[in-house]
Nanobody, 122 residues
Framework: QVQVVESGGGLVQAGGSLRLSCAAS????????MGWYRQAPGKQRELVAG???????NYADSVKGRFTISRDNAKSTVYLQMNSLKPEDTAVYYC????????????????WGQGTLVTVSS
């Protein structure tokens, strides 16, 4: 069984920082793109930041310059460093991983974490 587990959410004042982590585990043959999404109350889930297996990153315009995504392939972990947080960053943050497993033959999967709540107070 393959899963990703997020950690690092919590309550922070506006202007503060948080670091989210997401670790993938299980019978992973190769770990491809990873990313962070968020969903605020009453809104659709949106991409926050993504990173390829080669380290190429992309960000939502709303977080550029404030958030940094990185990964440690040896640990199958992706991070999201969030600085200068704003109340509008309040949301449940979800980790997403695209990977390949080997079960007789290779099979591509997309896996979501359970989410971690980030609350930014004004």
């Amino acid at each position: 069984q393959v899963q990703v587990v997020e950690s690092g959410g919590g309550l922070v004042q506006a202007g503060g920082s948080l670091r989210l982590s997401c670790a993938a585990s299980g019978s992973i043959f190769s770990l491809k793109d990873m990313g962070w999404y968020r969903q605020a109350p009453g809104k659709q889930r949106e991409l926050v930041a993504g990173i390829t297996s080669h380290g190429i990153t992309n960000y939502a315009d709303s977080v550029k310059g404030r958030f940094t995504i990185s990964r440690d392939n040896a640990k199958s972990t992706v991070y999201l460093q969030m600085n200068s947080l704003k109340p509008e960053d309040t949301a449940v943050y979800y980790c997403n991983a695209r990977l390949t497993i080997l079960v007789g033959r290779t099979r591509d999967l997309e896996v979501w974490g359970q989410g971690t709540l980030v609350t930014v107070s004004s």
